[in-house]
Structures are given as C-alpha cells and as structure tokens.
Nanobody, 121 residues
Framework: QVQLVESGGGLVQAGGSLRLSCAAS????????WAWYRQAPGKKRELVAG???????NFADSVKGRFAISRDNAKNTVYLQMNSLKPDDTAVYYC???????????????WGQGTQVTVSS
C-alpha cells in the first residue's frame, strides 16, 4: 500500500501565495506521474497541474502563469506553488500519483486526503 499525505493548505488573501506538498510513503513503489486536482463546492474535480517522470508539465488554463509544480524524486514528494491566488482558486486540493509496484508489476492510482485552500477577497 502507498499512502499520500498532503500539507500546506490554509486561508490566504487574494494575491497571496501558498505552497502545497504531498509525500508518498510505502514500500516497493515508484512514482510514475504526479498530479494535483481540486474540487470546489458544487463543482466537478478538475486537473490543476501534472508532472511526468521525465519532467513534462501541464497546467489548467486557469492557473497557467500563476502555479508551478515540481517533484523531488528522492523524497517521493510533489509540490504545488500557488501564486497570485484568486477567490476562484478556493477548493479542496488533492494530490494524485500513478505508482508502479514491482511486487506485482502493475500500475496503481493513489489519492491524498485533500487539503482545503481558501482565498478571501
């Protein structure tokens, strides 16, 4: 089993910044791809940003130029740096990892528990 633990959410004023972290723990695994999603009340969960094992990144149009994603493979951790935050960024943010487990030669999809980000106007 692989566990993802997120941290870094909170309340911030519009224009401010937050940095989310998500660390993976477990045994016999390799993170293939990381992603951050978010879900606002009454809305569907949406992809915010992703980073592949080779470092290729993608972002939702709504966050391009404001958010940055990075990964630390040695720490099995992904970060989401959020700048110039807007009230529309308010949501629960979830990290997601596509994981390869050597014990059964399969890929698995894991989710963090979610962390609340609230941006006040």
């Amino acid at each position: 089993q692989v566990q993802l633990v997120e941290s870094g959410g909170g309340l911030v004023q519009a224009g401010g910044s937050l940095r989310l972290s998500c660390a993976a723990s477990g045994s016999d695994f390799r993170i293939v791809q990381w992603a951050w999603y978010r879900q606002a009340p009454g809305k569907k969960r949406e992809l915010v940003a992703g980073v592949s094992g080779r470092g290729a990144q993608n972002f939702a149009d709504s966050v391009k130029g404001r958010f940055a994603i990075s990964r630390d493979n040695a720490k099995n951790t992904v970060y989401l740096q959020m700048n110039s935050l807007k009230p529309d960024d308010t949501a629960v943010y979830y990290c997601n990892a596509e994981v390869y487990r050597g014990r059964d030669l399969r890929f698995y999809d894991y989710w963090g528990q979610g962390t609340q980000v609230t941006v006040s106007s």
